[in-house]
C-alpha cells in the first residue's frame, strides 16, 4: 500500500505563504489523481475531506 514510491515537485511563490498554499494544492493533486484517490480509499480522521487546499480553484485556501 502507498506510499510505495516517491515524488519530487518544488512550489514556488512569490513569498512563504503562497508556496505552502501551492505546496499543499499540489499535494492534495497528487493525493487526489493517486491509484488510492482515484479509488476512493483516502481518508483523513475517517473523512473524505482531506483538509487541504482545491486544488482545482486557484484562489481557495479552503482546509487551511
Known amino acids: ?3 510505495d514510491r516517491i515524488r519530487t515537485f518544488q512550489a514556488i511563490g512569490i513569498d512563504e505563504v503562497q508556496a505552502l498554499i501551492l505546496a ?3 499535494v492534495h493533486a497528487e493525493l487526489l489523481y493517486s491509484q488510492e484517490g482515484r479509488l476512493d480509499e483516502l481518508r ?3 473523512s473524505k475531506d482531506l483538509g487541504l487546499p482545491n486544488p482545482h ?3 481557495s485556501v479552503e482546509g487551511l
Open 44 to 46: 483523513w480522521l475517517g
Open 24 to 26: 499543499l494544492k499540489m
Open 1 to 3: 500500500m502507498w506510499p
Open 57 to 59: 480553484n486557484p484562489t
